[in-house]
């Protein structure tokens, strides 16, 4: 596609529900990153891919947290027993090549709401 | 983990004024990130600084990267309100991509 494209764009779950969020990157793009960003704070990494490969989880919070991008292209992050904290921008990107020379490309991410 | 401090928080500047943010960091960087976010907007990657001493310009925008590859400006020259928004950097060290942004600068530009 065009850009890196999440979804849903919004998601309000209640506590203790799992959910999985998508993103899509850009057509061809080897690395795919995912980040966490609260209200007035920069974006906080989670986990990262090259092509289907998991290469870096130091970021995710805790065990309820996981990754997946089986096919090297679509990723999905999921959340399991959700938890008020939880509730955050995630925000997605994708890069040409492993070293980011190209640069990175943010999708609009998905604003996620624990009630 | 590694840290990163960028100063100053806030920056308001009367338009045409020049406008800097700086990131630090403890540790030697194998490279570092700029972005800019627009309020409501999602990061847009500028650039990326590899090289010690390295300098580069995009337009009004000069960026450094310092010699000991510790530190990092980010330079806009004559603001406009067009470069509103919020600045952040992102840094990464070592042979893993451990990447850490910044607080960011939040850059306000008043006509």
């Known amino acids: 596609g065009a850009g890196v494209s999440q979804s849903p764009r919004y998601k309000v779950t209640k506590r203790g529900q799992d959910v999985a969020l998508r993103c899509d990157p850009i057509?061809?793009?080897?690395?795919l990153y995912w980040y966490r960003q609260a209200l007035g704070q920069g974006p906080e990494f989670l986990t990262y891919?090259?092509?289907?490969?998991?290469?870096?989880k130091s970021g995710l919070p805790n065990d309820r947290f996981s990754a997946e991008r089986p096919e090297g292209s679509i990723s999905t992050l999921t959340i399991q027993r959700t938890e008020q904290r939880d509730s955050a921008m995630y925000r997605c990107?994708?890069?040409?090549?492993?070293?980011?020379?190209?640069?990175?490309?943010f999708g609009s991410g998905t604003r996620l709401t624990v009630v | 983990g590694q840290q990163v401090m960028q100063i100053p928080q806030y920056q308001h500047v009367q338009e045409g004024e020049d406008f800097t943010t700086y990131c630090n960091s403890s540790?030697?960087?194998?490279?570092i990130q700029w972005y800019k976010q627009r309020p409501g907007g999602h990061p847009v990657f500028l650039i990326q600084?590899?090289?010690?001493?390295e300098v580069k310009k995009q337009k009004r925008l000069t960026f450094q990267f310092g010699e000991a590859k510790k530190n990092s400006s980010l330079h806009i020259t004559a603001t406009q309100t067009t470069d509103v928004g919020t600045y952040f950097c992102?840094?990464?060290?070592?042979?893993?991509?451990?990447?850490?942004f910044g607080s960011g600068t939040q850059l306000t530009v008043l006509p």
């Open positions: 990107a994708s890069s040409l090549e492993v070293t980011g020379h190209y640069g990175y490309t």
């Open positions: 057509s061809g793009h080897v690395s």
């Open positions: 891919f090259n092509y289907e490969a998991q290469q870096d």
């Open positions: 540790t030697t960087l194998s490279n």
């Open positions: 600084l590899v090289k010690s001493g």
């Open positions: 992102e840094i990464s060290s070592g042979s893993a991509r451990q990447l850490t």
